[in-house]
């Protein structure tokens, strides 16, 4: 329930905190004292839209407080708990509105937009009045109503899987079905091309490691030419070596005959030979480490060029061939077996839709059963409102052309207010006064299944007295036994009936520059002259004190 309200700087509330008990509170005050700035700020809080002119003359900024303390399985602290926000003992909703228009909403503290805080104001508090939009008035909360108060929700949640899930299957086949389609169409190019990649059998990172072969075989290659040259000069028919081997041997004859001439000479045509013979040793060895075979490098060539010639006739990398070939594989496979997965998929379809309106076909059984008991309750209600004539109606409407998440029904409320008139939506057939009570009529029918813990009431008493009145009165105590019930009245007999009672009042500054709203709770004694100002007006009599004691001592539990 509301615990607590802090308004500060509010068109005339410069600081107001108040404190809410459960059951039914009643708001009461000579007309202008302010009693829809108090109503405006704590729309505000709920999340409804800014507005500049609500910030108090002379500040820059306003801003509301309300406390809630709620249960701890009440949805209000499940949708903070999906949407990451602290959920604490207390729920505390705050929002700032600056005069510029611009608008700060916070929940516990956490920072958040308007259209979450507003979300989350609808799970506690409702409001009604003749000049607010009311979700009750929405043909498309009817179903929930019904639901509600058929304690329907988990067979409609069941049933929003189920179609969800066929629809799904729905778009499987049919997603399936236009693949198919487009392979059948490219069926002979797909079936070739699949058997040449896989004739071709790319492989991941095979152009790359290809590519890098070439160039070592490319860069041996030029080696090779000039080792073979090398070889040549050395040990080739132009070789020097026999020449200069049979030069030292000749010298080192006739070095004998004379002694010392020639052998420096003969010493450095020895080492010269020796540096041969070893350049000869080692250009065999390199001969042999660079072995090269030109019909591997031709090899790789052509593979090169298959690889990137089917790169550019599928348009995709190189690299990307295998992927495709796997790709084009699958598709195929698709196509081949597309008949049998096609029958498979219609299978599932037609057993989920079979399903689908099993269940939806019960739950809307289900939904005219509670429809006829709901109008039943509301109807109930009807005589002491001063509604004797008038006659409320689901109109419930089952097709399965109607079929969607929430079932195969279109329900709507409507309402005959006098004998011999149309019926018709309750939003476009009641009069103001009339829809005031056949809302009240249809939330005590109702409020012991919804989930909303406070409900604020915005002089739905308007234009109605007497017996009308205290039927009112009646009916918000009834409500008030479940969910806590604030109740803006000009009824004294509404009045009368409440736990609480809080007295809206201006008071002119001293020096009458500015003017302020205040709210008190008041005692008992200051209620009874409250009560008697609301029946007798200005001037307060003591018969109308008299009618006071009455109306209190009749409406005391």
Same mark, same amino acid.
């Given at each position: 329930?509301?615990?607590?309200?802090?308004?500060?700087?509010?068109?005339?509330?410069?600081?107001?905190?108040?404190?809410?008990?459960?059951?039914?509170?009643?708001?009461?005050?000579?007309?202008?004292?302010?009693?829809?700035?108090?109503?405006?700020?704590?729309?505000?809080?709920?999340?409804?839209?800014?507005?500049?002119?609500?910030?108090?003359?002379?500040?820059?900024?306003?801003?509301?407080?309300?406390?809630?303390?709620?249960?701890?399985?009440?949805?209000?602290?499940?949708?903070?708990?999906?949407?990451?926000?602290?959920?604490?003992?207390?729920?505390?909703?705050?929002?700032?509105?600056?005069?510029?228009?611009?608008?700060?909403?916070?929940?516990?503290?956490?920072?958040?937009?308007?259209?979450?805080?507003?979300?989350?104001?609808?799970?506690?508090?409702?409001?009604?009045?003749?000049?607010?939009?009311?979700?009750?008035?929405?043909?498309?909360?009817?179903?929930?109503?019904?639901?509600?108060?058929?304690?329907?929700?988990?067979?409609?949640?069941?049933?929003?899987?189920?179609?969800?899930?066929?629809?799904?299957?729905?778009?499987?086949?049919?997603?399936?079905?236009?693949?198919?389609?487009?392979?059948?169409?490219?069926?002979?190019?797909?079936?070739?091309?699949?058997?040449?990649?896989?004739?071709?059998?790319?492989?991941?990172?095979?152009?790359?490691?290809?590519?890098?072969?070439?160039?070592?075989?490319?860069?041996?290659?030029?080696?090779?030419?000039?080792?073979?040259?090398?070889?040549?000069?050395?040990?080739?028919?132009?070789?020097?070596?026999?020449?200069?081997?049979?030069?030292?041997?000749?010298?080192?004859?006739?070095?004998?005959?004379?002694?010392?001439?020639?052998?420096?000479?003969?010493?450095?045509?020895?080492?010269?030979?020796?540096?041969?013979?070893?350049?000869?040793?080692?250009?065999?060895?390199?001969?042999?480490?660079?072995?090269?075979?030109?019909?591997?490098?031709?090899?790789?060539?052509?593979?090169?060029?298959?690889?990137?010639?089917?790169?550019?006739?599928?348009?995709?990398?190189?690299?990307?061939?295998?992927?495709?070939?796997?790709?084009?594989?699958?598709?195929?496979?698709?196509?081949?077996?597309?008949?049998?997965?096609?029958?498979?998929?219609?299978?599932?379809?037609?057993?989920?839709?079979?399903?689908?309106?099993?269940?939806?076909?019960?739950?809307?059984?289900?939904?005219?059963?509670?429809?006829?008991?709901?109008?039943?309750?509301?109807?109930?209600?009807?005589?002491?409102?001063?509604?004797?004539?008038?006659?409320?109606?689901?109109?419930?409407?089952?097709?399965?052309?109607?079929?969607?998440?929430?079932?195969?029904?279109?329900?709507?409320?409507?309402?005959?207010?006098?004998?011999?008139?149309?019926?018709?939506?309750?939003?476009?057939?009641?009069?103001?006064?009339?829809?005031?009570?056949?809302?009240?009529? %249809?939330?005590?029918?109702?409020?012991?299944?919804?989930?909303?813990?406070?409900?604020?009431?915005?002089?739905?008493?308007?234009?109605?007295?007497?017996?009308?009145?205290?039927?009112?009165?009646?009916?918000?105590?009834?409500?008030?036994?479940?969910?806590?019930?604030?109740?803006?009245?000009?009824?004294?007999?509404?009045?009368?009936?409440?736990?609480?009672?809080?007295?809206?009042?201006?008071?002119?500054?001293?020096?009458?520059?500015?003017?302020?709203?205040?709210? %008190?709770?008041?005692?008992?004694?200051?209620?009874?002259?409250?009560?008697?100002?609301?029946?007798?007006?200005?001037?307060?009599?003591?018969?109308?004190?008299?009618?006071?004691?009455?109306?209190?001592?009749?409406?005391?539990?």
């Amino acid at each position: 329930m509301l615990s607590q309200l802090s308004i500060r700087n509010i068109v005339l509330i410069e600081h107001l905190e108040l404190e809410f008990p459960s059951g039914l509170s009643v708001l009461t005050g000579e007309t202008g004292a302010g009693k829809s700035i108090l109503l405006d700020g704590l729309s505000l809080a709920l999340g409804s839209r800014g507005d500049g002119g609500l910030v108090r003359d002379g500040q820059e900024q306003g801003s509301i407080t309300a406390v809630f303390e709620l249960d701890p399985s009440h949805p209000a602290r499940k949708f903070c708990r999906e949407n990451e926000l602290p959920d604490e003992d207390a729920l505390i909703l705050r929002r700032v509105q600056s005069g510029d228009g611009r608008t700060r909403a916070f929940v516990n503290d956490a920072a958040v937009s308007a259209t979450l805080l507003r979300k989350l104001g609808k799970l506690l508090v409702e409001i009604h009045g003749q000049h607010d939009d009311r979700a009750m008035l929405e043909a498309k909360t009817h179903k929930l109503v019904i639901d509600a108060f058929g304690e329907l929700e988990p067979k409609a949640e069941a049933l929003a899987k189920v179609w969800k899930h066929w629809r799904g299957a729905l778009g499987d086949l049919e997603d399936f079905q236009k693949k198919i389609e487009a392979a059948q169409r490219e069926g002979d190019y797909l079936r070739s091309s699949c058997d040449e990649l896989e004739k071709l059998a790319p492989e991941p990172g095979e152009e790359t490691s290809l590519a890098e072969n070439r160039q070592r075989l490319m860069r041996i290659e030029q080696i090779t030419s000039d080792l073979y040259e090398a070889h040549e000069t050395l040990s080739g028919t132009a070789s020097p070596v026999p020449t200069l081997s049979s030069l030292a041997r000749r010298l080192s004859q006739k070095q004998e005959q004379v002694p010392g001439l020639l052998d420096e000479t003969v010493e450095f045509l020895d080492q010269a030979l020796n540096a041969l013979y070893g350049a000869q040793d080692s250009l065999d060895t390199a001969r042999r480490d660079s072995e090269f075979d030109p019909v591997e490098l031709e090899n790789i060539e052509e593979r090169l060029f298959a690889l990137r010639a089917a790169s550019r006739k599928y348009s995709v990398a190189v690299e990307n061939l295998p992927d495709l070939a796997i790709r084009m594989r699958k598709d195929l496979n698709d196509l081949d077996a597309g008949e049998e997965r096609v029958d498979a998929l219609l299978a599932k379809c037609s057993e989920l839709e079979a399903r689908y309106f099993t269940l939806a076909e019960k739950l809307s059984g289900k939904r005219a059963a509670a429809g006829k008991l709901l109008c039943k309750r509301v109807m109930e209600e009807f005589p002491s409102l001063k509604l004797e004539a008038a006659q409320f109606m689901v109109e419930h409407k089952s097709s399965r052309e109607l079929a969607g998440p929430s079932g195969i029904d279109d329900i709507e409320f409507w309402v005959k207010t006098n004998p011999g008139t149309s019926a018709g939506p309750i939003a476009k057939v009641a009069s103001g006064g009339e829809l005031s009570r056949f809302l009240l009529a %249809l939330k005590v029918a109702i409020f012991d299944r919804g989930t909303t813990p406070t409900l604020v009431f915005d002089e739905i008493d308007t234009g109605v007295g007497g017996a009308v009145a205290d039927a009112i009165g009646q009916r918000l105590a009834r409500l008030s036994g479940g969910v806590q019930v604030l109740s803006v009245t000009h009824a004294p007999q509404v009045a009368a009936r409440a736990n609480s009672h809080f007295l809206i009042s201006k008071q002119a500054s001293k020096n009458n520059t500015h003017v302020t709203t205040s709210v %008190l709770e008041i005692s008992d004694t200051e209620r009874r002259e409250e009560i008697a100002r609301m029946l007798s007006g200005a001037t307060i009599t003591n018969e109308a004190r008299a009618a006071a004691d009455q109306l209190l001592e009749q409406s005391a539990p």
